[in-house]
């Protein structure tokens, strides 16, 4: 009986376990596949494999017409048999698993199923160099990231042959060091390409591992390996950041509404039993931001929250999950206390400020306004100009982030003809924020005078030449603070329009 410690599946997820097989056998494979001798298609070829790959072995060689350093990938002989076994056996096991373990609502049989397409979508060298290509097209245009040509005439099923990338795996700290390179700035770059990837084109390579990740000499982050990909359905995109948007900001009842979006519950499912509960992981989790947490701790704290209602975990997100767990784990590797959510927060809130997507254009509006008012505490007036603040601070983090584009989609609903309701709530903070910069140049001169110029000028009480409240006069103080400091950030901006807030001029004429 063949024990799962022995089965070419459990080699396939633990990939520096991997054995290599006969280079004889390889040799006669790419003969075989390609329909010419070795020696008529490559000038040298090592004798030994480079590496073992998941499915397969890989040599390094040059090829005969062109000289081009090329690396071949040759498929493991009998792997589909094997790999078949595996997941017939697998596959019982999640039957048993749905039947009869009430903890877990997924679809056990499903995610199997959809991890065995991938995995034999694997087989097919000519689908790998396929998405290659396609991942190539999507993502290689960052000047950091680099993606190795696909040589077609030297390409079959079971033969890939792609440009040779000399590199470093992302996992060898010292060695990447020693080329003057911080792995830390690598990481951030497979995760800034990694989110993308799952939340822009919504292709993405499911299977970052260091043997798939090098760093190159002059600092780019190579991808290689493009047999197992997934996609991430356009709804469920935009439903993702809107996700940690509203746990950031600790929105527990969006985010109760995010699992619609996300295909986590059917649409009659109720979700306010669901709110406490993420109320109580988050609160007793965060002593500051969720920004602070790691994503495994995110993880593992929705998980028992999955756990306790019916929630349906489509295949394709936990392939998402291993993506990221992955990045995370190298991250860690070179940084204990490097935060994942925090290094991506940037990219979140450029995408919010700037998308015309109606569910984020929809998420930015509901954390700015709030019952009939832009949203404040009564006691700390601006309280959500805070939050626009730090939407603007984090956007411009990222290298896309673009100051023109900032609040565009929200001007263009406030013209709109679905925009009534906004115009309305538009039209009375700008009545607000003009009183307060007003108002508040007024009490900085006056603030300003001696005592005794205060006197001769204003009979002052005890509320003083205002008719306010200390309280009150602080209030407005604090927001005109915080609305000039956002017009700050915007004019920082070199490619800042002013222009762009001429609606709101509209909007009040």
């Known amino acids: 009986m063949m024990l799962w410690s022995d089965s070419l599946l459990f080699h396939l997820l633990n990939y520096d376990a991997l054995p290599t097989f006969p280079d004889e056998e390889a040799f006669s494979c790419i003969e075989r596949e390609l329909g010419c001798p070795l020696n008529s298609i490559y000038s040298s070829i090592s004798a030994s494999p480079i590496a073992a790959a998941s499915l397969g072995q890989v040599y390094k ?28 056996l697998i596959r019982g096991l999640g039957f048993l698993i749905n039947k009869y373990v009430d903890i877990i609502s997924s679809d056990v049989v499903a995610l199997i199923d959809e991890f065995a397409r991938r995995v034999y979508q694997e087989l097919n060298y000519v689908q790998e160099g396929q998405n290659a290509r396609r991942f190539k097209k999507l993502y290689a245009d960052k000047e950091d990231v680099l993606v190795p040509d ?39 770059t497979g ?27 002059d600092g780019k982050l ?15 995109r935009s439903a993702i950041i809107g996700h940690v948007v509203h746990m950031v900001n600790r929105d527990y009842e969006a985010m109760a509404r995010d699992y619609y979006a996300l295909d986590f519950l059917s649409p009659d499912v109720d979700v306010s039993p669901i709110v406490p509960a993420l109320r109580d992981f988050f609160d007793d989790a965060l002593n500051s931001t969720v920004s602070e947490l790691n994503f495994k ?57 700037t998308d015309p997507n109606p569910y984020l254009r929809d998420a930015l509006i509901e954390l700015l306004f709030k019952d009939g008012r832009f949203r404040h505490l009564e006691l700390i007036v601006g309280y959500r100009w805070n ?5 603007l601070l984090q956007g411009r983090k990222d290298k896309d982030f673009s100051a023109k584009d900032a609040l565009q989609p929200v001007l263009k609903l406030l013209l ?53 409240s200390t309280a009150e006069q602080e209030s407005i103080s604090e927001l005109r603070a915080q609305v000039l400091r956002i017009w700050s950030l915007l004019r920082s901006e070199d490619n ?7 609606p709101i001029l509209q909007v009040r004429s």
Request: charged share 20%.
């Open 297 to 353: 701790t995110i993880v593992d704290g929705l998980g028992a929250v999955l756990y306790q209602y019916p929630f349906n975990v489509p295949a394709y997100y936990a392939l998402i999950l291993r993506s990221l767990t992955v990045l995370e784990g190298l991250a860690l590797y070179a940084d204990p206390n490097f935060k994942v959510l925090a290094a991506s927060y940037p990219y979140f809130a450029k995408r919010l400020l």
């Open 191 to 217: 995760i800034q390409c990694s989110l993308r990837q799952l939340l822009e084109y919504g292709y993405f390579h499911a299977d970052p591992h260091p043997g798939n990740l090098l760093a190159t000499s």
């Open 416 to 468: 709109g003809p679905d925009g009534e309701d906004l115009r309305v709530l538009v039209i009375k903070e700008a009545v607000r924020v003009t009183e307060a910069i007003v108002l508040g140049s007024v009490m900085e001169s006056y603030n300003s005078m001696p005592g005794v110029i205060q006197t001769l000028i204003f009979n002052t009480n005890t509320t003083g030449p205002f008719m306010m």
């Open 222 to 236: 190579a991808f290689l390996d493009f047999g197992m990909m997934s996609e991430t359905p356009e709804q469920a």
């Open 61 to 88: 060689a040059q090829l005969k017409y062109s000289g081009q350093v090329v690396a071949v990938k040759v498929q493991r002989p009998g792997i589909e048999e094997a790999i078949g076994l595996d997941f017939y």
């Open 150 to 188: 696909i040589f077609w005439d030297y390409t079959s099923g079971k033969v890939l042959t792609m440009e040779w990338v000399e590199g470093v795996k992302l996992n060898e700290q010292d060695a990447i060091e020693r080329q003057g390179l911080k792995v830390l700035d690598l990481v951030n």
């Open 496 to 502: 800042f329009d002013p222009s762009i807030l001429q």
């Open 387 to 391: 939050r626009l603040e730090n939407l």
